[in-house]
């Protein structure tokens, strides 16, 4: 089994991982507290909602499984080599478990405030359905062979799938509104922290092993992390340049989502 060479790059690790986890897992109040202080979801787009929540359940599957059987992990030193070092951390599995239930408390909070006209797409129902019943076909095809570290790794790609489209309901709704109004920025800065300093935590692991296969051999989190700070850097583009917070972007978005027309003089 491998150990590190070096203390203070195995202290570096545990840093850099655990400033990701709490990045990461306080990204989620910002938004929630924005919902509470407004009783209202408006400008929150569901979609990305569920889509999230089943990226968050796929990576959990992931994490839990990688990190606590050992029947996984001697599949994965199998394939991967017996000197490598298990990708998956404590604070992996501390996230995607908040993860799961943060967003499901938001989807919550959908229920019980103001959501306006805003509803699921029948896109992203179709998307949730079948990317869950491809799972399932997936674990029976896995359970004869005891394919194991392959059937995570299935779960491993659906949380990057997901990762990559759902983020891309909120950018178009950001767009058809010009207006971040009712989307937190807190979440966004937080989120971006939480993906530099996780690929931080992976270089010190592969700098200290000499070896890159931490990145490759666990993949999804290295798209994950990629992913997620190409959308956040939009994101930050969105509100900052292209539709600063002001009361004119404010009061036209409100209407919009009202269903209502905003009139000529807030056109201009």
């Given amino acids: 089994m491998a150990s590190w060479n070096s ?21 989620f109040y910002p938004q929630v507290i924005l919902n509470y202080r407004r009783k209202s979801v408006v400008g929150l787009n569901f979609d990305f909602l569920v889509l999230n929540l089943t990226k968050h359940s796929s990576y959990l599957i992931y994490n839990v499984s ?9 599949q994965y030193r199998h394939k ?17 478990t908040h993860a799961v239930l943060l967003t499901a408390f938001t989807l919550f909070q959908v229920i019980i405030y103001e959501r306006g006209n805003q509803k699921v797409s029948k896109i992203c129902t179709a998307i949730t359905v079948g990317v869950w019943l491809s799972a399932i076909v997936c674990v029976f095809v896995a359970i004869p062979k005891h394919s194991w ?9 659906i949380q990057v799938i997901m990762t990559v489209i759902k983020y891309i309901p909120q950018v178009v709704m950001n767009f058809r509104r010009k ?10 800065l937080l989120d971006l922290l939480g993906g530099m300093t996780n690929y931080g935590q992976m270089a010190m692991q592969s700098i200290d092993q000499g070896s890159w296969v931490n990145f490759y051999g666990n993949i999804g989190k290295t798209l994950l992390s990629l992913a997620s700070i190409f959308f956040d850097l939009l994101f930050i583009f969105q509100h900052y340049v292209l ?3 002001n009361s004119k972007n404010t009061k036209i978005a ?13 056109n201009v």
């Fill in 149 to 157: 570290l392959w059937i995570i790794t299935v779960f491993s790609t």
């Fill in 179 to 188: 207006s971040t109004q009712g989307w937190s920025i807190g979440n966004i």
């Fill in 80 to 96: 991967y080599g017996d000197k490598e070092m298990i990708p998956v951390a404590a604070n992996d599995v501390a996230f995607s």
């Fill in 7 to 27: 203390t203070p790059l195995e202290v570096a690790y545990q840093v850099l991982g655990w400033i990701a986890f709490l990045s990461w897992s306080f990204s």
């Fill in 66 to 74: 990688l990190f606590f059987s050992p029947v996984v992990q001697k």
């Fill in 243 to 245: 539709y600063p917070s």
């Fill in 254 to 266: 409100s209407k919009v989502d009202a269903g209502t027309q905003p009139s000529q003089s807030e």
